[in-house]
């Protein structure tokens, strides 16, 4: 994770000239969502609540993207150690999630994904480079879990944003259906990103 790729730099971002924009798009006079956020406290806050209200939620782990697949739209901060220089909390608009570089050596899979940019450019992001992942959860997508009716000692908590306490969503009857329970893409989305319904 420590290791810096320097030579992901070195490379021109190439616009995809196939990518299709708004006719009301003008490359002269278009300001960017992320100039407008960096360079505004004021139009930030509007931005932020509206993401928020958009049903766009902040991961708790940077690493939690490989949960979601190919194609998945996010945004992201910097954390300003990356070699572009910028500040500490830059906002970028990001793009759709192409996940690992498969080329890489397992020991390097973590260290950097791939995605497209909106105007169809491909970029490589490095995550020791990230101060914070957004990804948009549709209603449709929000994990949702069953009360637990048998209680037994084997027991799955997950926090719960609405009661500010840790729930109990499963109660396994054994360690081996607990970690079963555990491992399972619901359970570590819900973790992920603290979004989840009965």
Known sequence: MSEIRSDLQLYPR???KKTIHDPRYNPDTYISIQ??????SQFEDKY???MIQDGWVSLKNIIDIFLYPKGKQ???RLNGDSLSNNP??????GGFFLGKNENESDEKKSIYFLYKGYNGAIFPLQIKDIQEIYIKIPNKDIPTFKKPILITNYIVYLYNKKTKKDEIVYYAKDNTHRNRFMNSMKYKK????????W
Do not use: C, M, Q
Request: glycine share 6%; net charge positive; hydrophobic share 35%.
């Open 88 to 93: 500490e909390g830059t906002f970028r608009s």
């Open 74 to 76: 996010f945004k992201y």
């Open 48 to 50: 932020i609540n509206k």
């Open 35 to 40: 100039t407008r956020v960096n360079n505004s």
């Open 14 to 16: 190439i616009p995809d």
């Open 190 to 197: 819900a973790l992920a990103t603290g979004v989840w319904s």
